[in-house]
Every structure is written in structure tokens, then in C-alpha cells.
């Protein structure tokens, strides 16, 4: 009876404080500061590449060197593999634009990091009527890495821009713009190339809802609706771009990942799991209620096309060392989550499940795998503040 009151008047609580015009704005403004108070990014990486003789983040060398000739970049071998980058358009463009001024397009990488999260909760709020539902899915997945992660990296792979676009491309049903948003997202990173296909996922479970029709039949037709056609062209246009400008540029290009997964190897193996694990957290929650809605709602072919295009997921991440990275290009498949949960659950129920998975996103501490068995912790400001001052005062506690 104590825990049932707690979560009531938590809930009442909740509610009372989303109030106002700007309810939405708030909800996610107050999200993202406790985001970044749990997790604060490391911003002393990026002073340190600032400073004339600081250590410079290689990324960045490249994007740099890339901004300034497309077509023939120096240093491509640079400390790490550069060649994976080569076909990355969008951070040099703007390394070109701003004159390589790092801050500028990092603060804007932030700010499409905040109309992302705000996007989505205004998303969730259209399905739902709800604030509080709204609230507790807004607060559990800006603590989650495909949100820590637009503000953390400061190493310069850009990764909160493909995001954006790929959620623009989500929410959007104009050709034009899902196209456009889908190349930007594409230049960004390959791993949005494989998330074009979520985009169709998410596509089809919207429309076998709307027309509740969850026949093989239906959800074929599906793949040649509009939207998901523009995917398709898009997926086209990337590909005929990048096979010229590969022949007629880098015709002995390869990719050094290629070949067995890397994350199989000795080196690597021992981040598989807490990434698996680490990349959704408590949304793992929301993911298996609204498997388990589709079992029991017999949608049997709905719930096989989404466990293949999550074990496509999988299978991508596997072939890379930053696997929380590929992971976090998964976030339809919490939008889809979501969106089966709401549509089909009562809002008791709806609110439960939320509740859980907020309260472990919030207190999961944010780890993720780097590769080379190398998993970082992103302290939150209170031990960040220590580390300072033990640097600061010389008394090499975490030295």
C-alpha cells in the first residue's frame, strides 16, 4: 500500500507540474538537464583539443582536412581508420562552412539534440492525450544513449544530426522532406543507410493500425506505400553518388571492418553484452511489452518483420567496435514500442510500464563500449566536480 500511494501521488506530482503553454518545453528542457547532470559529457577532451599543444581528437584533424578537398583528403590513415569516413559529407561540409569552428557546430548538433527529444514528446502526446505518459516517456529516453550520446560526443562523428534527420524523416509525411532529411542523415553515417529500413518498419505499424489490417498482404503493400518508396529513391540516389565517387575517386577504397564481426574477436567480446544491455536500459521494457502485445494479439507477421529488422539491428552493431553507436540508430523501434502500447494497452497499464522504465533509465548509470574491451562511464557532475578538484588541488585520488 506505501509503494502504491508513492507512485500515485509521484504521478499526481508529475502532473501537476505540467501546466502552462509551454508544458512540452519544460518537460524536455528539465529531461535533458537531468540527462546531462547523471551523465555529464566530457567537454574537457574538447578544451584539451582546442588548446594549441593539447591532445587533438584525430576526428576532427580529418573533418578538417576532409572540409577542405572532398575529393582527395590528406591523412586518411590518421591515428584510427579515417578511410570509414570518407564518405561522411555532412560535419566537413559544416567544418567548411563555419571555418572549422568546432564549438559552433557542436552547439548546433546540441540544439538538434533538444528539438529531437521535444519532437518526439510532441509525437507521443498526439497519440496519447496524456502528459503524464508523455512526461514519463520523454524522461526515460533523454537518459537513455541516443540521447546522452548528441551531447557527449564532442570526438566528431556527428551521429545527433543523423538522428534528427532520420526522425524528421519518420515524422514527416512530405516526399521532399523525407528525401532531403534521409541524404543528410545518410552523409552523416552509414549506419543510417540500414536505419532507412527502420523507417519502413515504423511505417508499416502505423498503417496496419490505422486500417487494422495485419495481413502479409497489407504489410507488403506497405513497402511501396509513399513514404517508404521515398526511402527507396533515397537509398538509390546515396548509392549512385557514392559508387561514382568511389570509382572515379578512391577506386581501391575498402573498408577495414569488413570481413568477421569484430566484436567476436578477444579484444572485443567482453563489451557485447553490457551494450546489448547498455544502449536501451529500461526501454528493453517497452520493447518487450509491445512484443508481447502482438503475441497475444495473434499480428503474428507484424511481430516477425519487427524481429528481423531488430536482428539487423544487431547484426550491424556486431560488425563495429563503438556498437552503442550502431545500437542508438535503433530508436524507431522504441517509437514503434510506444506507439503499440498506446494504442492497444489501457493508460493505466501504458503509465506502469513507462514508470518502470523511466525509473531504471534514470538511475542506470551511462556506460558504453568503446572498443578494445574499453567501457566508459559518463560521471555525473557531482564526480566530475571531484575529479577537478583533485586534479586542480593535486591529491591524485583518481590518478
Same mark, same amino acid.
Given at each position: 500500500?506505501?509503494?502504491?500511494?508513492?507512485?500515485?501521488?509521484?504521478?499526481?506530482?508529475?502532473?501537476?507540474?505540467?501546466?502552462?503553454?509551454?508544458?512540452?518545453?519544460?518537460?524536455?528542457?528539465?529531461?535533458?538537464?537531468?540527462?546531462?547532470?547523471?551523465?555529464?559529457?566530457?567537454?574537457?577532451?574538447?578544451?584539451?583539443?582546442?588548446?594549441?599543444?593539447?591532445?587533438?581528437?584525430?576526428?576532427?584533424?580529418?573533418?578538417?582536412?576532409?572540409?577542405?578537398?572532398?575529393?582527395?583528403?590528406?591523412?586518411?590513415? #590518421?591515428?584510427?581508420?579515417?578511410?570509414?569516413?570518407?564518405?561522411?559529407?555532412?560535419?566537413?561540409?559544416?567544418?567548411?562552412?563555419?571555418?572549422?569552428?568546432?564549438?559552433?557546430?557542436?552547439?548546433?548538433?546540441?540544439?538538434?539534440?533538444?528539438?529531437?527529444?521535444?519532437?518526439?514528446?510532441?509525437?507521443?502526446?498526439?497519440?496519447?492525450?496524456?502528459?503524464?505518459?508523455?512526461?514519463?516517456?520523454?524522461?526515460?529516453?533523454?537518459?537513455?544513449?541516443?540521447?546522452?550520446?548528441?551531447?557527449?560526443?564532442?570526438?566528431?562523428?556527428?551521429?545527433?544530426?543523423?538522428?534528427?534527420?532520420?526522425?524528421?524523416?519518420?515524422?514527416?509525411?512530405?516526399?521532399?522532406?523525407?528525401?532531403?532529411?534521409?541524404?543528410?542523415?545518410?552523409?552523416?553515417?552509414?549506419?543510417?543507410?540500414?536505419?532507412?529500413?527502420?523507417?519502413?518498419?515504423?511505417?508499416?505499424?502505423?498503417?496496419?493500425?490505422?486500417?487494422?489490417?495485419?495481413?502479409?498482404?497489407?504489410?507488403?503493400?506497405?513497402?511501396?506505400?509513399?513514404?517508404?518508396?521515398?526511402?527507396?529513391?533515397?537509398?538509390?540516389?546515396?548509392?549512385?553518388?557514392?559508387?561514382?565517387?568511389?570509382?572515379?575517386?578512391?577506386?581501391?577504397?575498402?573498408?577495414?571492418?569488413?570481413?568477421?564481426?569484430?566484436?567476436?574477436?578477444?579484444?572485443?567480446?567482453?563489451?557485447?553484452?553490457?551494450?546489448?544491455?547498455?544502449?536501451?536500459?529500461?526501454?528493453?521494457?517497452?520493447?518487450?511489452?509491445?512484443?508481447?502485445?502482438?503475441?497475444?494479439?495473434?499480428? #503474428?507477421?507484424?511481430?516477425?518483420?519487427?524481429?528481423?529488422?531488430?536482428?539487423?539491428?544487431?547484426?550491424?552493431?556486431?560488425?563495429?567496435?563503438?556498437?552503442?553507436?550502431?545500437?542508438?540508430?535503433?530508436?524507431?523501434?522504441?517509437?514503434?514500442?510506444?506507439?503499440?502500447?498506446?494504442?492497444?494497452?489501457?493508460?493505466?497499464?501504458?503509465?506502469?510500464?513507462?514508470?518502470?522504465?523511466?525509473?531504471?533509465?534514470?538511475?542506470?548509470?551511462?556506460?558504453?563500449?568503446?572498443?578494445?574491451?574499453?567501457?566508459?562511464?559518463?560521471?555525473?557532475?557531482?564526480?566530475?566536480?571531484?575529479?577537478?578538484?583533485?586534479?586542480?588541488?593535486?591529491?591524485?585520488?583518481?590518478?
Amino acid at each position: 500500500m506505501i509503494l502504491e500511494n508513492f507512485y500515485k501521488t509521484l504521478i499526481n506530482w508529475i502532473e501537476s507540474k505540467l501546466t502552462g503553454q509551454n508544458w512540452l518545453w519544460k518537460l524536455t528542457l528539465f529531461s535533458l538537464a537531468l540527462s546531462l547532470f547523471l551523465a555529464f559529457p566530457p567537454y574537457t577532451l574538447l578544451l584539451d583539443h582546442l588548446r594549441e599543444n593539447g591532445v587533438k581528437l584525430d576526428a576532427w584533424v580529418f573533418i578538417q582536412n576532409q572540409g577542405q578537398d572532398f575529393l582527395h583528403p590528406k591523412d586518411m590513415d #590518421y591515428d584510427v581508420r579515417r578511410e570509414n569516413m570518407i564518405f561522411r559529407w555532412t560535419l566537413p561540409l559544416l567544418s567548411l562552412l563555419t571555418h572549422h569552428n568546432i564549438v559552433l557546430i557542436l552547439a548546433l548538433q546540441a540544439i538538434l539534440g533538444i528539438l529531437f527529444l521535444k519532437k518526439i514528446g510532441a509525437y507521443i502526446y498526439n497519440i496519447s492525450k496524456d502528459k503524464v505518459t508523455t512526461a514519463l516517456f520523454v524522461i526515460a529516453l533523454a537518459n537513455t544513449f541516443v540521447c546522452v550520446w548528441t551531447f557527449a560526443d564532442v570526438h566528431g562523428y556527428g551521429d545527433g544530426f543523423a538522428y534528427f534527420f532520420l526522425l524528421f524523416a519518420l515524422l514527416n509525411r512530405n516526399p521532399i522532406a523525407i528525401f532531403l532529411s534521409l541524404q543528410v542523415a545518410f552523409f552523416t553515417d552509414e549506419r543510417a543507410v540500414v536505419a532507412g529500413g527502420y523507417l519502413l518498419l515504423w511505417w508499416m505499424v502505423t498503417k496496419a493500425y490505422e486500417k487494422n489490417d495485419f495481413s502479409f498482404s497489407f504489410l507488403f503493400k506497405t513497402v511501396f506505400a509513399r513514404e517508404s518508396l521515398t526511402v527507396i529513391v533515397a537509398w538509390l540516389v546515396y548509392f549512385s553518388i557514392r559508387f561514382y565517387v568511389q570509382t572515379q575517386y578512391f577506386p581501391h577504397h575498402s573498408y577495414s571492418t569488413i570481413g568477421t564481426p569484430v566484436l567476436f574477436a578477444n579484444a572485443h567480446r567482453n563489451g557485447l553484452g553490457s551494450s546489448v544491455w547498455g544502449a536501451f536500459e529500461g526501454t528493453w521494457l517497452l520493447m518487450i511489452a509491445a512484443a508481447l502485445i502482438l503475441i497475444l494479439s495473434k499480428h #503474428y507477421w507484424l511481430f516477425i518483420a519487427l524481429v528481423v529488422g531488430f536482428c539487423i539491428l544487431l547484426a550491424t552493431g556486431i560488425y563495429v567496435h563503438d556498437i552503442d553507436r550502431a545500437l542508438a540508430y535503433g530508436f524507431p523501434f522504441l517509437l514503434i514500442a510506444g506507439y503499440i502500447l498506446i494504442k492497444t494497452a489501457s493508460y493505466r497499464s501504458v503509465k506502469l510500464v513507462l514508470f518502470f522504465t523511466m525509473v531504471i533509465c534514470v538511475s542506470h548509470p551511462q556506460v558504453f563500449y568503446m572498443g578494445y574491451n574499453k567501457i566508459l562511464w559518463l560521471e555525473p557532475l557531482p564526480v566530475k566536480a571531484m575529479m577537478y578538484l583533485d586534479n586542480l588541488l593535486h591529491w591524485n585520488y583518481f590518478s
